[in-house]
């Protein structure tokens, strides 16, 4: 009994060292927090991903002879959660700089500098095409049709005034009503044939009050239907942020640094988006006529998604930001983390990868 005793023991104890070993390797093990932020983090498949901060961390864990695995995230705000937390050693996604967070966690150096640009909607119509296009839309069709209706109003007062007094000009039944509207159109565009005018007193009261009105009218309906028939492009009307409070329908990404910043700028009625490429389709199908983002994210998507026929990156920037990884808080690789990553972002290898991804220099 003895040595069976004996030899429980000693499995037990081997039990033990074996799950304390396994238990620390698992420890070892990083956990790196991601989410699909395209050109820095895209995913391939199921737990497989590329971008250019994919390719910046493996050559640095490589190199430090790291075991890790990812831990997807769908935005920001979860990476930044758990970290605070401790459920994540680091998070790899290129994030800006700021006094809160250099206070609550370690940031390596800035690895890309980037800023907050304006993306419009586009059209690679000619001017006939959207001239054709819009002459048969509907809103030049109600543009028309509540012409039609003012001509008709006035028409058909002034032929019930006129219509026993002068009814040659103005002729009973349905034929008066085209008489009336006939002379409303020709007054109101100064043609002036003549061929109809009224002559009762009150007949001329109401011709005034139409001449003056007229004026009005027609200034007016000019500008709305030449705007209505030709292209509605924002491109030269947002030169600042001044012309950017005056844009109706924004979009940004929820949580991002584009949201952040119109919130510092007491711009409230936003449209939120989960990411970047979702944003941007909605601005190519016209749901929000400017997206406010991150630039390099958004410059990578419009040439990779074939985008440039619906959307349009304007030269305008807000923020210049400088992006880097964010460490757990005193965390024990973050110093030998970032001086492989200084050397490593100096190197030529650094320059060949940015510009496989079009970002070129910084």
Not at 6 to 15: F, G, Q, S
Not at 276 to 293: F, G, M, Q, S, Y
Not at 339 to 352: M, N, P, Y
Request: overall charge neutral; charged content about 20%; aromatic content about 10%.
């Amino acid at each position: 009994m003895s040595k069976a005793k004996n030899i429980t023991i000693v499995c037990l104890l081997v039990v033990v060292v074996i799950g304390a070993v396994n238990a620390q390797r698992g420890t070892d093990t990083l956990q790196v927090g991601v989410f699909v932020n395209p050109p820095f983090v895209i995913e391939q498949e199921k737990d497989a991903y590329s971008g250019l901060s994919i390719e910046l961390w493996e050559q640095l864990a490589a190199k430090m002879d790291l075991p890790f695995r990812y831990v997807r995230f769908s935005d920001p705000v979860g990476v930044i959660r758990s970290l605070d937390y401790g459920d994540l050693d680091i998070g790899i996604n290129p994030y800006a700089n700021s006094p809160l967070r250099m206070e609550k966690f370690d940031i390596s150096q800035p690895f890309h500098v980037s800023s907050i640009g304006v993306a419009i909607t586009s059209s690679t119509q000619s001017q006939f095409q959207v001239f054709v296009s819009n002459f048969f839309s509907k809103e030049f069709l109600n543009v028309v049709l509540l012409l039609l209706l003012i001509l008709l109003s006035f028409g058909t007062v002034l032929w019930f005034v006129e219509r026993k007094a002068n009814k040659y000009q103005f002729r009973p039944g349905i034929l008066g009503l085209f008489d009336g509207l006939w002379w409303a159109a020709v007054t109101m565009t100064t043609v002036g044939y003549g061929d109809k005018a009224p002559k009762t007193n009150a007949g001329k009261t109401i011709a005034i009050i139409w001449m003056f009105t007229a004026v009005i009218i027609i200034s007016s309906f000019t500008a709305t239907i030449a705007s209505t028939l030709t292209v509605n492009s924002l491109a030269g009307q947002v030169n600042s942020l001044e012309d950017l409070r005056t844009v109706d329908r924004v979009g940004v990404v929820g949580g991002s640094t584009g949201e952040d910043f119109l919130r510092e700028q007491d711009m409230l009625s936003i449209q939120r988006y989960r990411n970047t490429e979702t944003a941007l389709l909605a601005l190519a199908r016209k749901e929000i006529e400017v997206l406010v983002d991150d630039r390099t994210a958004m410059l990578y998507l419009i040439r990779n998604r074939q985008l440039e026929a619906n959307a349009e990156l304007l030269p305008l920037t807000f923020s210049k930001q400088y992006r880097s990884f964010i460490v757990r808080k005193a965390h024990p690789l973050f110093t030998t983390l970032n001086r492989h990553l200084v050397s490593e972002i100096q190197g030529i290898d650094w320059k060949k990868l940015r510009g496989d991804y079009n970002l070129g220099e910084e």
